[in-house]
C-alpha cells in the first residue's frame, strides 16, 4: 500500500503466504486442493522443512488460533525458540485470512489442506519486491511469528469437542510449562500468605478486597472488568470458585510456577489452585492455558504477579482467568 506524497517513506504490505520468491511466481503453481496433495504429518513437516517447502500437503492435527499442533501432546510440548513454534517439532503456523477469517475457538480437531511455506523465504521476497528506498513490512502469521507454516487452502473440522487435557504423569522435562514451587522456594512465605489473604476474601465475599487486588484502581481505571470479576468470584454458579466460596472446609491448595523461570530474584509470579474436590492430586494444572477456571475443572486457579504501578512502585496484582474454551476435562482421570 503507497501513501502517495504524504510521507518521505513508503510502506509496501505483502500478506505471508507468498509461496515462491514473488507473486509472479505463485502463479505458476498448481492449485493445492485435497485431491491434488500429499498426506503428511505436522511432526514429519516440522522435522524436515527445507524438504517440505512449497509442497502441497494435507495434515490432520489440533488448531489453536493460528496454530496447527500434531495432536494433543503437541499443545503441551515445549517450545525452543519461542519466536518459531515450529522448533518443537510439533507446531506449524495457518496464514490466508480467506480461509481462515472464520477460525472457530478454543481447541479443535481440523485436516488443513496448504502450501508449506517459510517466515524467512517470505520476508525475502518482499525484500526483493520492494523498490529502492521503500520499507516492506510483511503482516499476517509472519508479522509476529517466524518458522515454517502453511498457506491454507481448505479446512475440514473434525469432533465439535476439544481433546482432553493431559496432567500429572504425562507431565515430562519438556512437557507442559507449570511445575509446583519446590519446597525451598525463597517467595513461598510470601505467595502463601497472598494466597491466604485472595481466599479469605473468596470465602467472606469481601468484594472490595478483591477488587482491590486484581486491579490498580477498581473504582475508576476499571470500574466495568472489576465489576464482572467480582460477580465470577463471588455471584457466578457456574464458576469453579463456587464450590470453594461455600465449602466449610478450606480446599486443598497448591503453588505452581513457570518451568522456566526469568532471571529475576524479586519475580514471584505463581499461579495458586484450589482443589473443589477433597483431592486434587495428579490433577493439577501442567499448562497455564489450562488454569482457565472451565466449569469443568476439579479446581479453581489464580495467578498473582509483581506489578509495577506508577508512584508507588511495584506491588502484588492477582490475574483470574475467565475462559470460555480450552481442552475438555479427562471423562476418566
Not at 19 to 36: Q, Y
Not at 171 to 197: E, I, T
Amino acid at each position: 500500500m503507497k501513501l502517495g506524497g504524504l510521507l518521505p517513506l513508503v510502506i509496501c504490505a505483502l500478506l505471508a503466504g507468498s509461496p515462491a520468491p514473488s507473486r509472479a511466481a505463485a502463479t505458476h503453481l498448481p492449485a493445492c486442493t485435497a485431491a491434488s496433495a500429499e498426506a503428511a504429518t505436522v511432526r514429519r513437516v516440522a522435522g524436515d522443512q527445507k524438504a517440505y517447502r512449497g509442497r502441497c500437503v494435507t495434515i490432520s492435527g489440533v488448531v489453536k488460533g493460528l496454530q496447527l499442533y500434531d495432536d494433543v501432546n503437541g499443545v503441551y510440548q515445549r517450545i525452543p525458540d519461542v519466536s518459531d513454534p515450529s522448533s518443537s517439532g510439533a507446531a506449524l503456523g495457518l496464514d490466508n485470512p480467506v480461509r481462515l477469517g472464520h477460525l472457530l475457538p478454543g481447541y479443535r480437531v481440523a485436516t488443513i489442506t496448504g502450501r508449506v511455506q517459510d517466515c524467512d523465504l517470505a520476508r525475502r521476497a518482499l525484500d526483493r519486491s520492494s523498490a529502492p528506498g521503500e520499507v516492506a513490512m510483511i503482516v499476517g502469521y509472519c508479522h509476529y511469528r517466524n518458522g515454517a507454516y502453511l498457506w491454507v487452502t481448505h479446512i475440514s473440522w473434525g469432533a465439535a469437542s476439544p481433546p482432553e487435557r493431559r496432567m500429572g504423569a504425562a507431565a515430562g522435562d519438556d512437557y507442559g510449562d507449570l511445575v509446583p514451587a519446590p519446597a525451598d522456594w525463597p517467595h513461598r512465605p510470601a505467595v502463601q500468605a497472598l494466597a491466604a489473604r485472595f481466599l479469605r476474601a473468596l470465602r467472606t465475599g469481601d468484594a472490595a478486597t478483591l477488587a482491590n487486588l486484581h486491579f490498580e484502581d477498581p473504582v475508576t481505571d476499571q470500574r466495568d472488568d472489576a465489576r464482572q470479576l467480582v460477580a465470577f468470584l463471588l455471584r457466578d454458579g457456574r464458576s469453579p470458585f463456587a464450590s470453594i466460596r461455600t465449602a466449610k472446609a478450606e480446599p486443598q491448595g497448591v503453588i505452581l510456577v513457570r518451568r522456566e523461570a526469568n532471571d529475576d530474584p524479586d519475580d514471584y509470579s505463581a499461579f495458586i489452585c484450589f482443589c473443589r474436590s477433597a483431592d486434587c492430586t495428579g490433577r493439577w494444572p501442567i499448562a497455564t492455558f489450562d488454569a482457565d477456571n472451565l466449569p469443568s475443572r476439579p479446581y479453581a486457579c489464580t495467578m498473582v504477579e509483581p506489578y509495577l504501578v506508577f508512584r508507588q512502585g511495584k506491588r502484588p496484582m492477582f490475574r483470574t482467568p475467565m475462559e470460555r474454551y480450552g481442552l475438555s476435562e479427562p471423562s476418566n482421570p
